[in-house]
Protein backbone atom coordinates (compact mmCIF):
# COMPACT_ATOMS: atom_id res chain seq x y z
CA UNK A 1 0.00 0.00 0.00
CA UNK A 2 1.36 3.46 -0.93
CA UNK A 3 1.44 6.42 1.11
CA UNK A 4 -1.61 7.82 -1.22
CA UNK A 5 -3.59 4.82 -0.63
CA UNK A 6 -3.78 5.40 3.36
CA UNK A 7 -5.32 8.53 2.79
CA UNK A 8 -9.64 8.92 2.77
CA UNK A 9 -10.65 8.33 -0.39
CA UNK A 10 -7.96 7.22 -2.58
CA UNK A 11 -7.80 3.77 -3.06
CA UNK A 12 -5.13 2.01 -5.97
CA UNK A 13 -6.38 3.41 -9.02
CA UNK A 14 -6.55 7.18 -7.48
CA UNK A 15 -3.31 6.65 -6.44
CA UNK A 16 -1.55 5.17 -9.49
CA UNK A 17 -3.54 8.53 -11.64
CA UNK A 18 -2.40 10.89 -8.87
CA UNK A 19 1.46 9.65 -9.23
CA UNK A 20 1.24 9.79 -13.22
CA UNK A 21 1.00 13.90 -12.76
CA UNK A 22 3.45 13.99 -9.90
CA UNK A 23 1.58 14.15 -7.05
CA UNK A 24 2.82 10.75 -5.20
CA UNK A 25 2.67 12.04 -1.60
CA UNK A 26 0.16 13.06 0.67
CA UNK A 27 2.41 16.05 1.25
CA UNK A 28 2.51 16.90 -2.73
CA UNK A 29 -1.51 16.31 -2.66
CA UNK A 30 -1.74 19.63 0.14
CA UNK A 31 0.71 21.64 -1.74
CA UNK A 32 -1.14 20.97 -5.14
CA UNK A 33 -4.67 21.60 -3.76
CA UNK A 34 -7.86 20.06 -4.68
CA UNK A 35 -8.82 21.60 -7.64
CA UNK A 36 -5.34 21.70 -9.13
CA UNK A 37 -4.54 18.55 -8.44
CA UNK A 38 -8.02 17.75 -10.02
CA UNK A 39 -7.41 19.73 -13.12
CA UNK A 40 -4.30 17.75 -13.49
CA UNK A 41 -6.15 14.20 -13.40
CA UNK A 42 -8.72 15.47 -15.77
CA UNK A 43 -5.98 16.46 -18.67
CA UNK A 44 -5.46 13.05 -18.45
CA UNK A 45 -8.61 11.32 -17.63
CA UNK A 46 -11.43 13.54 -19.12
CA UNK A 47 -13.87 10.97 -17.77
CA UNK A 48 -12.88 12.93 -14.32
CA UNK A 49 -16.26 13.33 -12.50
CA UNK A 50 -17.30 15.10 -9.44
CA UNK A 51 -17.22 12.44 -7.06
CA UNK A 52 -13.76 11.92 -7.76
CA UNK A 53 -13.15 15.72 -7.44
CA UNK A 54 -14.71 15.79 -3.86
CA UNK A 55 -12.81 12.59 -3.03
CA UNK A 56 -9.35 14.63 -3.25
CA UNK A 57 -10.92 17.38 -1.15
CA UNK A 58 -11.89 14.35 1.18
CA UNK A 59 -8.26 13.14 1.13
CA UNK A 60 -6.81 16.54 1.89
CA UNK A 61 -8.85 16.91 5.13
CA UNK A 62 -8.51 13.75 6.32
CA UNK A 63 -12.23 12.53 5.58
CA UNK A 64 -14.45 10.34 3.65
CA UNK A 65 -15.94 12.93 1.07
CA UNK A 66 -18.99 12.12 2.52
CA UNK A 67 -18.14 13.53 5.76
CA UNK A 68 -17.23 17.22 4.11
CA UNK A 69 -19.68 19.79 4.90
CA UNK A 70 -22.69 20.57 2.71
CA UNK A 71 -20.75 24.21 1.90
CA UNK A 72 -18.39 22.66 0.97
CA UNK A 73 -19.53 20.05 -1.50
CA UNK A 74 -21.75 22.58 -3.22
CA UNK A 75 -18.65 24.95 -3.60
CA UNK A 76 -17.25 22.13 -5.92
CA UNK A 77 -20.34 21.46 -7.29
CA UNK A 78 -19.95 24.76 -8.63
CA UNK A 79 -16.74 24.94 -9.40
CA UNK A 80 -16.80 21.15 -11.16
CA UNK A 81 -19.66 22.39 -13.04
CA UNK A 82 -18.29 26.09 -14.21
CA UNK A 83 -15.52 23.92 -16.02
Avoid at 11 to 29: F, H, N, Q, S, W
Avoid at 45 to 69: F, N, T, W
Wanted: aromatic share 4%; charged share 30%; proline share 5%.
Amino acid sequence: MSQMEKLPNIGKVVARELEAVGIDTPEKLRAAGTKEAFLKLKQNDPSSCLHKLMGLEGAIQGVRKYDLPDEVKQELKDWFNSL
